[in-house]
C-alpha cells in the first residue's frame, strides 16, 4: 500500500486506488495528479492499494482484496492483511475508490445504502447510475458507509483511466477539497435483488444492455445452446459474459434516484 497526501494536517477526504490489480485506471488517475498536483483546500490522503497484485497485473495475489474487509492483521492471506491496513488508513475519511468493469463502458455508482455522503457525492458526478448493493457487500470497502464506490469504465482503456481522472476531480470539489464548481443532477437509483447465475460452458453471450429494462420472457442471455429467459422484469447490472466465472450479472430493481 502507498499513501500519499496533498494538503497539510489530518485528511477526512481519500481517494483509493488499485483495489484491484488488473484495474490499473484508478492508478493512472491518481499518479497524473499526483504528478501536477492541484492546490486543495483541505488536506487529502490518495491510497494506492495492493501494489503487490499491481506490479503482477493481477485481480489480487491470494484474495479478493474487495472481499476481505475490514480485513484481519493477522490474517493467513495478503490481501486479509492488507485490507486490515488500508481500513485503519482510510478510518474518519470520506472516501472514493475507483474500479473498472468488462461489463459496461460508462462510469456508474456502488453503494451500500443512500446516506449523506452518497447524496453529497453522487449527483456531482457524472455517472449515468448509482447502484445501491446493500445485500451484497460482504467484505467489500464500502460495508461500513462512508465510501463510494465507481466504475470508471472498460477495464484497461484510455477511457476509464481519463474517466477516473474526471471523477476524482469532481469528488473533490464535491467534498470542498477543490475550488471548483460543482454542479448537481439526478442520478437513476438501481437496487441489486439477486445475482444471475452462469452454469457452466465453453462460449457466453448475452443479449441485453445494463441499466435497461428486460421484460418477462426476454431472453438476456446464453451458456452454450442454453437460452436464459427472464421469469420477471429486471435491470441488469454488471451483466457480461466474461466478467464473472459463475454469475453473468446481477438483476435489479428501478427505485427513484438520487437525490
Do not use: W
Amino acid at each position: 500500500m502507498r499513501v500519499d497526501q496533498l494538503g497539510e494536517g489530518t485528511p477526512e477526504v481519500a481517494v483509493v486506488a488499485g483495489v484491484h490489480g488488473d484495474e490499473p485506471c484508478g492508478v493512472r488517475a491518481v499518479e497524473d495528479l499526483l504528478a501536477n498536483p492541484p492546490e486543495v483546500r483541505r488536506p487529502v490522503k490518495f491510497v494506492v492499494a495492493n501494489e503487490a497484485a499491481i506490479d503482477r497485473e493481477m485481480r489480487y495475489v491470494q484474495a479478493d482484496l474487495n472481499r476481505s474487509f475490514p480485513g484481519d492483521a493477522d490474517g493467513e492471506t495478503h490481501e486479509a492483511r492488507l485490507a486490515a491496513e488500508i481500513t485503519e488508513e482510510l478510518e474518519g475519511c470520506a472516501t472514493l475508490s475507483l474500479h473498472s468493469t468488462r461489463s459496461y463502458a460508462d462510469p456508474f455508482a456502488v453503494v451500500s445504502g443512500v446516506d449523506d455522503l452518497v447524496r453529497r457525492v453522487v449527483p456531482a458526478l457524472s455517472v449515468d447510475a448509482v447502484v445501491d448493493a446493500a445485500s451484497f457487500v460482504e467484505g467489500r470497502l464500502f460495508a461500513s458507509g462512508g465510501v463510494v464506490e465507481v466504475e470508471c469504465g472498460l477495464q484497461g482503456s484510455d477511457e476509464a483511466a481519463e474517466n477516473a481522472r474526471e471523477l476524482i476531480g469532481a469528488f473533490l470539489a464535491a467534498m470542498d477539497a477543490l475550488d471548483a464548481p460543482v454542479e448537481r443532477e439526478s442520478t437513476p437509483l438501481f437496487r441489486l435483488t439477486r445475482p444471475l447465475p452462469k452454469s457452466a460452458g465453453d462460449e457466453y453471450e448475452v443479449y441485453v444492455d445494463n441499466f435497461r429494462r428486460v421484460e418477462a420472457g426476454e431472453t438476456y442471455a446464453a451458456a452454450d445452446d442454453e437460452r436464459l429467459v427472464a421469469s420477471d422484469p429486471f435491470y441488469p447490472v454488471l451483466l457480461s459474459a466474461y466478467g464473472y466465472t459463475d454469475l453473468f450479472g446481477y438483476a435489479a430493481d428501478r427505485i427513484g434516484t438520487v437525490p
